[in-house]
């Protein structure tokens, strides 16, 4: 990407902090603004009291979080809480593919521009808080195939953030 291309987004983003995509309703300093979105490359600027923490890449549509419909199956952004990290995680679901689901977590008290933790689901992918706990789930081809123990060809995996 050329200079010039990452110093406008940098004055996007910054201007799109007075149009946040979510203040926080939870006492946390994190806010968000979906910068683009589009079927296979999506960009989210991370602000904290209104400075600008970073803005990072997805490989994952995001265009419903831009046009702010919440569909269970597209895409969201959502702060979470979990005890481990009192100031929160973002986590971001979106569509990749015809019908793969990926899941990303910001912690935006980290410094870096990736995700610190991202899964796909081959169909799926989910996420809950549970007693303070952050679980992801999402499917995956058996190692095995379709067998008796693995009937349709899929397994669940359930992990736990942080692992």
């Not at 940098?10 to 201007?15: E, I, N, Q, S």
């Not at 081959?122 to 706990?133: A, I, M, N, P, R």
């Not at 789930?137 to 190692?143: I, K």
Request: aromatic letters at 8%; a negative charge; hydrophobic letters at 40%.
């Amino acid at each position: 990407m050329s200079r010039a291309c990452k110093l406008a987004l940098l004055l996007v983003a910054l201007c799109a902090n007075a149009l946040a995509d979510h203040e926080s309703d939870a006492p946390s300093p994190w806010s968000w603004h979906v910068v683009s979105g589009g079927l296979d490359e999506s960009r989210v600027a991370i602000y904290s009291q209104a400075e600008l923490v970073g803005i990072y890449d997805f490989s994952c549509d995001l265009t419903d979080a831009v046009n702010g419909e919440k569909r269970e199956t597209e895409a969201s952004l959502n702060l979470v809480q979990p005890v481990s990290h009192p100031l929160g995680l973002l986590v971001i679901t979106c569509n990749v593919g015809a019908h793969s689901q990926h899941l990303a977590i910001v912690d935006p008290e980290k410094k870096t521009s990736q995700p610190v933790f991202a899964r796909t689901g081959s169909y799926f992918v989910k996420f809950e808080l549970e007693d303070g706990e952050l679980w992801i789930s999402y499917d995956r081809p058996c190692a095995t195939g379709v067998s008796v123990e693995c009937p349709d060809g899929f397994e669940t995996v359930f992990v736990r953030y942080p692992e």
